[in-house]
């Protein structure tokens, strides 16, 4: 029973971890928004 507990809990920790590291990939991996200056002109 030790062990079925510790397996539900790691899988658990897997998870948020792949949540997480999905949303840092999207973070890093998507497009930046334009710089535009005062004049209206992307940068």
Do not use: C, I, K
Not at 9 to 22: A, S, Y
Not at 34 to 43: L, T
């Amino acid at each position: 029973m030790d062990l079925a507990r510790e397996l539900d809990g790691l899988e658990r920790v897997q998870q948020r971890m792949d949540r997480r590291l999905t949303s840092l990939v999207e973070e890093l991996t998507s497009t930046p928004p334009a710089v535009v200056y005062d004049d209206g002109v992307p940068a």
